[in-house]
């Protein structure tokens, strides 16, 4: 067993943070305030090849492995959480859907575009009775001769409704088996007649991120737009969601160091009883479960990002990893607001607890997670 990052995974570590500090810090406080997507810093994360960090050269991507995108999603969001899962989202459920299940055709249209960095991806799961229920879906499609005919809304899509979104791939029942809903999913192009989106969502957090509610209304896509085999949906959604866990644990485990770093900064800058606040054992003690806490999901994370990149099953490193650091960000959220006090209202610390709390919801709540986990357990 390794704990040393090799050459390259330290080289990304240093580009992605030289980005995340000198680009994306100066701007993440103001596009938090105004909610307002951050169009110039997705165009350059395009450019640094991000979007397509793990897909294949032949598809645009840059072929890096999954820990190379552990490590790019929690640089990010050690300074801003909505630029992370911008990218997050687009990489795992905008491309990786397509990635891995997509036909040589549906690659080179909607994957090279979005490796590239010229276009936006996203995933309609969630409707407003299906979210952890996934198999509760409603939206449903009709083959008629050679297209689907789409209706239904979904809730909540990540990337859905930017000036650059292209595409988002959604689930919906395509028939019954056996007295069950078969579930499929079908690519719908944004501007395809029939799809719409409605205004942005005023969220607790990820203010700077692009969430819709999408509306399908007799909506037509050509047959060739189903995504694998008919009725393979809730298979792939959960092939998809695992990968999607590995992306949240990471904008976890970044959002609970920069949450420890600017406690740290903060305790030593602080005079208290004319001592630094960080010679308080109160505040040393905070410090250190805060950094063993993002160590830990650091860990956790990144093996389930190694097994993932393997080949090997990682469904119950996703699922551990995920549950443990996102709430291990709320908690570094917490502490770090307390360690902080009253500046902490007009402190950056301020945006990273409102940010934490979604990852203990999205890509599964935790108890999902503890769910999941307990049927991987054998319980
Ligand atoms: C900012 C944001 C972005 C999102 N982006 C996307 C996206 O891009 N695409 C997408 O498809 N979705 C997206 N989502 C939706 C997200 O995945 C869902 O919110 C999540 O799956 C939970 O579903 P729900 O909110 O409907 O909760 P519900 O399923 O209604 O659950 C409500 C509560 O009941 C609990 N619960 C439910 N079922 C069980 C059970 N069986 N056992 C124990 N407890 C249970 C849950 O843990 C939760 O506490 C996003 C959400 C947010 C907040």
Sequence with gaps: ??????????????????????????????????????????????QLGL???????????????????????????RVDSSIAITVAANVSLGGGPINLFGTEEQKLRWLVPLARGEV???????????????????????????????????????????????????????GEVA?????????????????????????????????????????????????????????????VLDG??????????????????????????RTWAGQPLSRSQSVQFKLADMATGAELSRLMTYKAAVLQGRGRPFAKEASMAKLFASETAVNAADEAVGVIGVESQTHPVNRFFRDAKILTIGEGTSEIQRSVLARLLGC
């Design 179 to 239: 007295g069950r809903s078969e579930i499929s999913n079908i690519v719908v192009p944004r501007g395809t007649p029939g799809y719409s989106q409605a205004d942005p969502y005023r969220k607790m957090g990820w203010h700077a991120s692009d969430t819709h509610e999408l509306s399908f209304v007799d909506c037509r896509v050509p047959v060739r737009n189903l995504l694998g085999k008919r009725g393979q949906g809730f298979r792939q959604l959960l092939q």
């Design 51 to 77: 979007m397509g960090l793990i897909f294949p050269k032949e598809y645009g991507g840059k072929g890096a492995d999954m820990l190379s995108y552990a490590i790019a999603i929690e640089e990010l969001a």
């Design 120 to 174: 936006l991806g996203s995933m309609g799961l969630t409707e407003p009775g299906a979210g952890s229920d996934a198999g509760a879906t409603q939206t449903n499609a009709v083959l008629h001769g050679d297209e689907w005919i789409i209706n239904g809304s979904k809730e909540f899509i990540t990337n859905s409704g930017t000036d650059v979104s292209g595409f988002v791939t959604i689930s919906a029942v395509t």
């Design 244 to 269: 999607g866990r590995v992306s949240v644990a990471a904008i976890g485990v970044g959002l609970a160091q920069g949450c420890f770093e600017m406690s740290l900064e903060f305790a030593k800058n």
């Design 1 to 46: 067993m390794d704990f040393d990052l090799s050459e390259e995974h330290l080289a990304l570590r240093r580009v992605i943070r030289d980005f995340a500090e000198q680009e994306v810090a100066p701007l993440a406080e103001t596009l938090d305030e105004k909610g307002e997507f951050p169009y110039d810093l997705v165009r350059k994360i395009g």
